[in-house]
């Protein structure tokens, strides 16, 4: 399996640093540039071709969310095959800034304390197509697929209790045990901490992530906690 290639777009010289270090050291991730600006940025987006970037939303000359907007444009406009997604990193969590973010083409967006597990599952969800959004920013997303006016996530709001082709989800058939995990999902556990928190396997906790996934007829982890949140089956 191929190694994820990733940019780093990042203002805070130690943040930068920190996040490669930790990166390089697992299996599986490769730095493959990295950038301390939204104008050097774009320019290495462009050139290097990442699977992900990671980029702050603080950046001096250009903010994150204009360079997401800007490079998802540029994308368009040559129907640029190699597809790279983007992962939102900041400290902001207000309203406004998150959607705005999704708004931009974002794919993914982590606040700044993730663990390390959280972001390097942040990163292969995102790599493999799928929007990991941070269960502390979690209730905001809730909030606006309330809004009929904005449903940025694909439909999940207005669908979140039914399947594909209309028909209601009897999302009360989950286990205490699937309940217990799917709490653990909305708090933002990765699989390893619910299984040590759980006392139970790594597989175990997979195959009661896939029941959930399942049964709430949702197709990543991010879109089961918002269903869940919606339904009040967590809180």
Not at 113 to 119: R, T
């Amino acid at each position: 399996m191929n190694d994820i290639c990733i940019a780093l777009i990042e203002d805070h010289d130690l943040t930068r640093v920190g996040m490669r270090t930790a990166l390089q050291q697992r299996p599986g991730f490769r730095v493959v540039g990295e950038a301390s600006n939204g104008g050097d940025g774009l320019r290495l987006l462009n050139m290097s071709k990442p699977d992900v970037a990671i980029i702050d939303i603080g950046l001096p000359d250009m903010d994150g969310i204009a360079l997401t907007r800007r490079f998802k444009e540029t994308q368009a406009d040559f129907n640029d095959p190699a597809k790279t997604r983007i992962l939102i990193l900041t400290l902001q969590d207000t309203e406004e800034v998150v959607m705005a973010a999704f708004a931009a083409g974002a794919d993914s967006y982590c606040m700044k304390d993730v663990s390390l597990d959280q972001l390097l599952e942040a990163l292969k969800a995102t790599h493999e197509g799928h929007s990991w959004i941070d269960p502390a920013i979690a209730r905001i997303v809730l909030h606006q697929t309330r809004n009929p006016q904005m449903n940025l996530l694909g439909g999940v709001g207005a669908t979140a209790l039914m399947t594909p082709d209309g028909k209601p989800i009897d999302a009360y058939t989950l286990t205490e045990r699937e309940l217990e995990v799917l709490q653990l999902i909305v708090d933002g556990y990765s699989n390893s901490a619910i299984a040590d928190k759980l006392f139970i396997t790594v597989g175990t906790v997979k195959t009661h992530v896939r029941n959930i996934l399942n049964k709430l007829c949702a197709d990543d982890r991010t879109q089961a906690a918002v269903r869940a949140l919606r339904a009040g089956l967590v809180c």
